[in-house]
C-alpha cells in the first residue's frame, strides 16, 4: 500500500532554534497534505492543510510564522517550528491525500510521527 | 457539513471477548468512512474504509464495520479482542476525499 514517510521520528532541541520536520509520500503524488499536532492521550489536532504548489492553509489559532510549511512538489511538505519553545514540545503527524480512482475514494496516510522535544 | 462522533472515550473488554467501538457522522452527501488505528508514539494505520460499495467493511486484523446510512452508523466491531489490540482507534468522515474530519477517538483497553 501507499506509504508516507517521516523524518526525523524524535528530535530534541534547545529553545530558541528551529526544526523541521519532513513528510514524503513514497509512491504517489500527494497534492495535499496534511499536518497534526497531538497532545498526550488526545485526538490529533489539525494545524494546517498545504496545497503543493499554493500556501498552506492554517487553522484558527495555528501561528503561520510559528509553524512554517512549505509545499514545494508533490512529494514532499515541510513543517519548520521557529524559535521553539518547550510549549511546542509536541508529537507532529502528517497525513497524505491520496487521490484514489475519484474523489469519494480518497484516503489519508499518515507518517510515523515526529516528536519534538524542546528543552 | 460533516462530523464525526465517537461514542466512547473509553473502551475496556477482556481478552477473547467481541470488541464494538461506536461511531456516528453527519454528512450531507455520500461519505468516505474509515477507521484508523494508533499505537503508542506511532502514526495512524488505515484499518478499514468505506466507500459507497459493500456496506459490511472487513479490515485488517480481523476487525470489520457495517455502514448503516439509516443509523448515520459505522461501528467497529472485531469478534474476539486480542492483546495486540489496545490502542486509540479514530473513526474519519471525508466527503471530498480532500477534507477529513477525525472523532475524539476512543482508547480500547484490552484486559488479559
Known amino acids: 500500500g501507499a506509504v508516507v514517510s517521516q523524518h526525523p521520528s524524535w528530535v530534541i532541541c534547545k529553545s530558541g532554534t528551529s526544526v523541521k520536520i519532513e513528510c514524503r509520500s513514497l509512491?504517489?503524488?500527494?497534492?495535499?497534505m496534511f499536518w497534526y499536532r497531538q497532545f498526550p492521550k488526545q485526538s490529533l489536532m489539525l494545524m494546517a492543510t498545504?496545497?503543493?504548489?499554493?500556501?498552506?492553509?492554517?487553522e484558527q489559532g495555528v501561528e503561520k510564522d510559528k509553524f512554517l510549511i512549505n509545499h514545494a512538489s508533490l512529494t514532499l511538505s515541510t513543517l519548520t517550528v521557529t524559535s521553539a519553545h518547550p510549549e511546542d514540545s509536541s508529537f507532529y503527524i502528517c497525513s497524505a491525500a491520496h487521490p484514489g480512482l475519484t474523489s469519494n475514494t480518497g484516503e489519508l496516510f499518515f507518517g510515523e510521527g515526529s516528536r519534538l522535544t524542546v528543552l | 457539513a460533516q462530523s464525526v462522533t465517537q461514542l466512547d472515550s473509553h473502551v475496556s473488554v477482556s481478552e477473547g471477548t467481541p470488541v464494538l467501538l461506536r461511531c456516528n457522522y453527519s454528512s450531507s452527501y455520500s461519505p468516505s468512512l474509515f477507521w484508523y488505528v494508533q499505537h503508542p508514539n506511532k502514526g495512524l494505520q488505515l484499518l478499514l474504509k468505506?466507500?459507497?460499495?459493500?456496506?459490511l467493511v472487513k479490515g485488517i486484523n480481523g476487525f470489520e464495520a457495517e455502514f448503516k446510512k439509516s443509523e448515520t452508523s459505522f461501528h467497529l466491531t472485531k469478534p474476539s479482542a486480542h492483546m495486540s489490540d489496545a490502542a486509540e482507534y479514530f473513526c474519519v468522515v471525508s466527503e471530498s476525499g480532500n477534507q477529513f474530519y477525525f472523532g475524539t477517538g476512543t482508547s480500547l483497553t484490552v484486559i488479559p
Open positions: 498545504s496545497n503543493e504548489g499554493s500556501k498552506a492553509t492554517y
Open positions: 509512491d504517489f503524488q500527494a497534492t495535499t
Open positions: 468505506y466507500t459507497s460499495a459493500a456496506t
